[in-house]
């Protein structure tokens, strides 16, 4: 049997791109929270809790996030967790989002002048306050072109659910691809998708380097 | 009763592993090999005259830098051969790595050649040199010795994006331990022993670049 690459193929790839970006949001949205935690614990006065996330994000920068996803969704199996594949794969990624953006997070909170925190405590601002009203807002303003660029790695990263057998853009291509015998024209199409949904964040991210380095 | 750890298996199969790793540090050291050479052609033809090589240089980095590895080496892999390329999964891999690497080596060698003062390079040619002197003295040395941090940690992540290549079945550590998992499906052992031996291979190499950089780039500038 024999398949063109026609319209049901194409929608079958639009189907596979909505768990990349459904993967990547929860992702990032999750990583983004934990990755404060992270970046918290990262510059907390105590030194073994300072050790530890060193060595957390150590391990999650230094191997690949291909082994991370297969400890995570065949770890998780052993300690007795049953989770839908999509759930394995994105407590991976979210993992491996909470320490880079843990990191981008710390590196933002750390350039703002220390006497934001001072004058905030001065005030007699509680922690929760300091953090949610002074540092985090023009923390995050600091940040935003490395989290925008980390969110391109993480969007071409999900590409890595396909090697375990979830079914996003990628492993549809794969499926489709042996479908219809055209693996070049069904790749070339996988990697425009992705192009369309990474390029535009990549300008963004530059953009706002290049307004941030103006501004000085 | 929940399941019983059995890591013997990792035992057994150590020697396999070990040339695992092997497989890999070949598999990386020729791709950052190819990476720095299209890093390098690259630079040189981003910054010539030619208008349409130019764009055709910005066109590679971005459309490299916005798609997966993935669907990069499924994509060489099944049109190399309509080249005319029939090639083993493992020099398919080296030649993804080292387009994937080249396109941020580009940006990455750019960077540091634009950090060179303008007027070092007319004193050089005051002095006589051959355009080809120019750019290896007074261009390429200082430029390297500027991008090397950049350049190494993009060499580690070449080396991390090199798992990747098992889904062609090339011969490196991650398609060997997936070799040991579906004869034992001993998969969590198996993963996590790996994902330590890849943790102390970005430690080797990042120690082994350090050194070489104490070693080479360690000059005085003024």
């Known amino acids: ?216 | 009763m929940g399941y019983q750890m059995d890591f013997s298996v990792v035992f057994d199969h150590f020697p396999q592993l070990l040339w695992g790793c092997l497989g890999t540090l070949g598999l990386s050291f020729a791709g950052m090999i190819l990476a720095l050479v299209i890093g390098v052609l690259g630079v040189m033809a981003r910054g010539s005259q030619i208008g349409w090589l130019r764009r055709l240089v910005i066109a590679f980095i971005e459309i490299i830098r916005n798609t997966p590895f993935l669907v990069q080496i499924f994509f060489l892999y099944f049109a190399l051969p309509q080249l005319g390329l029939k090639l083993n999964p493992t020099v398919t891999a080296i030649i993804a790595l080292g387009v994937n690497g080249g396109a941020y080596a580009i940006e990455i060698i750019r960077g540091g050649v634009q950090s060179i003062h303008r007027g070092q390079v007319e004193a050089g040619f005051a002095l006589g040199l051959h355009k080809t002197q120019v750019f290896r003295l007074i261009v390429l040395k200082p430029a390297l010795r500027a991008i090397y941090p950049s350049l190494t940690g993009q060499f580690i992540m070449l080396t991390l994006t090199s798992s990747i290549c098992t889904s062609v079945a090339a011969y490196e550590l991650t398609s060997v331990a997936q070799r040991i998992e579906s004869d034992t499906f001993r998969s969590f052992e198996v993963y996590f022993t790996v994902t330590l031996l890849y943790l102390a291979i970005s430690w080797m190499l990042m120690t082994a670049f350090a050194a070489i950089s104490r070693q080479y780039f360690s000059y005085p500038t003024r």
């Open chain 1, 1 to 216: 049997m024999n398949v063109v690459f026609g319209f049901k193929e194409f929608a079958f790839l639009l189907t596979g791109l909505k768990w990349t970006v459904l993967l990547s949001l929860i992702a990032f949205a999750g990583g983004g929270i934990m990755g404060l935690l992270v970046a918290v614990a990262r510059t907390a006065q105590s030194a073994a809790l300072r050790r530890a996330m060193i060595l957390y994000i150590a391990v999650f920068q230094g191997t690949p996030l291909l082994m991370q996803l297969f400890v995570v969704y065949y770890g998780l199996g052993l300690v007795g967790i049953q989770l839908p594949a999509w759930a394995a794969v994105a407590i991976a990624f979210t993992l491996n989002a909470s320490a880079f953006l843990g990191e981008i997070w710390r590196g933002a909170i750390q350039a703002l002048p220390r006497g934001q925190t001072e004058a905030a405590t001065a005030l007699g601002l509680p922690l929760v306050s300091r953090l949610r009203d002074v540092i985090l807002p023009q923390a995050l303003r600091i940040a935003q072109p490395a989290a925008v660029g980390y969110a391109v790695q993480l969007i071409k990263g999900t590409s890595l659910a396909a090697i375990v057998g979830f079914i996003e853009l990628a492993r549809a291509g794969q499926i489709v691809s042996s479908q219809t015998f055209a693996p070049i024209l069904v790749f070339g199409v996988v990697g425009a998708i992705y192009f369309s949904l990474c390029w535009p964040l990549s300008l963004y991210s530059a953009r706002l380097e290049a307004k941030f380095a103006a501004a000085g």
